[in-house]
Structures are given as C-alpha cells and as structure tokens.
C-alpha cells in the first residue's frame, strides 16, 4: 500500500504492508517563516514537493506504483489547502494506475502506527500533537474518545507561546530547555473540565506573565509544562481507570517530550499498566502510517469511489469503522 499525508505542515509519502512492514517513509515539512502554519502557503509547498517525495518513497521501498494494491490518502481531519494538495495527488494515481482508492483518517492511523511500533494490543491511547489532545480507546468496532481538549490542542499551546515570544518552532522542546532551568512553581489555570481539558486560559496566562517581565521566563516554562502535562496525565488516568485497559500508549509529535513520557510512565506504574511510545520517527505526521492503516482498511474491504473522495477538515475518530480491530482482538491471545 502506498499512503500520502498532507494534513498540515507535513506532506509525506510511505509504503507498507498490511503484516506491518515499513518499507519507505519519506516526508518534506513545511515551516513558516514567521508565525504559526499558513495553510495556503503549506499546500504550496506540499505541491512542489509532492513528486519528489513520491519519487523517494518509491526508490527507498523498491516497489513500482504498478506493483501496490491501493493507494491510501488522510482524507481528515487537517487543513483545509493542505489535504487537498495529498487527495488530488491520490486521485490522479489511483485513476491512473486502476488502483483503489483508500481514505484514512488522520487520528485512526497515528493510533494504528503506535501499536504496531509498540506492540500494544488494546490499549488506551494519549493522542498529543500540534493540533489534537484526545485519549483514545477502542469500544464496539470504533476507536471512542474518552476526553479531549475543548479548545486549542497541548502542541498547539507550546507553539503559540514559544512564537508570541520569539523563542522559534517547534515550541515543545524549546519550552522544555528552559523549563528544565526553573526554580519557582508559578501558580497558573489548571482547567479539567470532567474527562476534557482546556489549554487557551493557561496560555494567556503564561503569556501575561512573560510579558510583564516579573518573573524568570524559565520559571514561567517550568510552570507551564508542568501544569500543561499534570492536565493530560490526570484525564488520562480517569480514562485508564475506567476503561480497565491494561496498557497505555504515547504518539503524535509531542509523544517526543521526555517529560510527559515520565509522567505517563510514572501514572501507569501506579495502577500496573504497561506504557509505550511510539518511535519518534513515526510520532509527527508521517506517509507510513497512512499506508500501514491503508493497507489493513484495504484487507477489510475498505474502499472509495474516487469521485466521492471529499476531504473531511472535521473528520472525527469516533466515526470511524475500523472492522480489522475486531479481527486482531478475536484472534490474538488474551494477556495474562
């Protein structure tokens, strides 16, 4: 299966196999020159990068686009300019090549890669990137959402922050270099609404207080990580405790942050759960996870006719048939 990526910053082109198999995974990442992602100015470069980052892909796998059995493509959820560069491109080679057509949301594959590069069989899953904080579950033949943010997303939070001041991109691991040089806690708004969470009032406080210049900004990043990470890892664990599951997995692109892994890890311990994070080469957007859960969406008969391929910028997981779940489940051993 060959799968394309392209719902932000991200276009990537992978190549695998329903067994699991990674034979290619290459990318091209658009980063603004200033400010936070620019969809229209993304979807131009996705456009001029889009048929050498095939071309990569295909030699680094070995495999002509005659030898695949689809081509899969993130239908949603993204930005709006950006999937549509990867749909089209997706289009034009199942059409001409006589390949089927396999759409693929975004949140399902990051889930799909994480299991297959840990292990896990059914696990709780923290879903932590740019754009989506979500805990993920899987319950009657779909993956269900346990909480979630009810405004901007953790990575989205660190960014916004790390820009407003001028400290660069990505935020997460700058914000963190800093952190690690704190000294002082700094009170700021811990907001868990139920099973969701809320970043917007911690950010516009942490950003008040930098500008006010009254405290160091390194006591500033270490209040704000640590409140930031505290509010995941607290509906995380109501999630685990509630849905019994006995293991518990990191990915997206903020699963590259040592201390949420920490404090995950540390959480889980307590109520005897295993804990794994998905490699850091597959937790940003990448073209081998769309390909991976193209691959096992195709053996279970899932396809789409080329002209009802609509992009889906709101694409929610939950509404998701993900028929090969079930099938693993019936068919793995049940751990000890």
């Known amino acids: ?22 034979l290619a995974n290459a990318s091209s990442t658009y980063v603004p020159a200033r400010g936070g992602i620019h969809p229209r100015e993304a979807a131009e470069h996705h456009s001029k990068v889009a048929a050498e980052v095939l071309r990569r892909a295909l030699y680094e796998s070995g495999v002509s686009l005659e030898e695949v059995d689809g081509i899969a493509v993130a239908l949603g959820p993204g930005m709006g300019p950006c999937l549509r560069v990867g749909c089209s491109v997706a289009r ?11 759409p693929v949301n975004h949140a399902v594959a990051h889930v799909e890669i994480a299991k297959l590069t840990t292990g896990a069989r059914d696990p709780l899953v923290v879903f932590v990137s740019g754009g989506n904080t979500v805990i ?29 001041l001028g400290l660069g991109f990505p935020g997460t691991p700058i914000i963190e270099r800093l952190a690690a040089r704190g000294r002082e806690f700094i009170e700021l708004p811990y907001s868990v609404k139920g099973q969701d969470v809320s970043f917007s009032g911690l950010l516009t406080a942490a950003l008040r207080l930098a500008r006010e210049g009254k405290h160091r900004l390194e006591d500033i990043c270490y209040s704000l990580v640590e409140v930031a990470y505290d509010m995941v890892v607290e509906v995380a664990e109501r999630a685990l405790a509630h849905t019994e599951k006995r293991e518990l997995i990191l990915t997206g692109g903020v699963a590259r942050s040592r201390l949420l ?4 890890r540390r959480m889980c311990e307590l109520h005897g759960a295993r804990f794994a994070v998905v490699p850091n080469e597959y937790a940003g957007d990448n073209g081998a996870m769309i390909a991976y859960t ?6 279970h008969g899932v396809t789409m ?3 009802e391929s609509y ?5 929610r997981v939950e509404e998701v048939d993900v028929p090969w779940v079930e099938s693993s489940l019936a068919s793995a051993p049940r751990p000890c």
């Open 261 to 264: 892994q920490e404090k995950l």
């Open 1 to 22: 299966m060959l799968g394309i990526e392209s719902t932000a910053h991200t276009y990537g082109v992978g190549v695998a196999t329903s067994d699991g198999r990674i």
């Open 136 to 164: 993920i579950a899987y319950a009657e033949g779909r993956y269900r959402v346990f909480g979630e943010t009810l405004d901007i997303a953790l990575g989205n939070c660190m960014d916004t922050f790390a820009r407003e």
């Open 311 to 315: 992009i889906r910028q709101r694409w």
């Open 294 to 299: 193209g691959a096992l969406a195709l053996e």
């Open 92 to 102: 034009a080679l199942a059409s001409y090549f006589n390949k089927p057509l396999v």
């Open 305 to 307: 006719p080329i002209e």
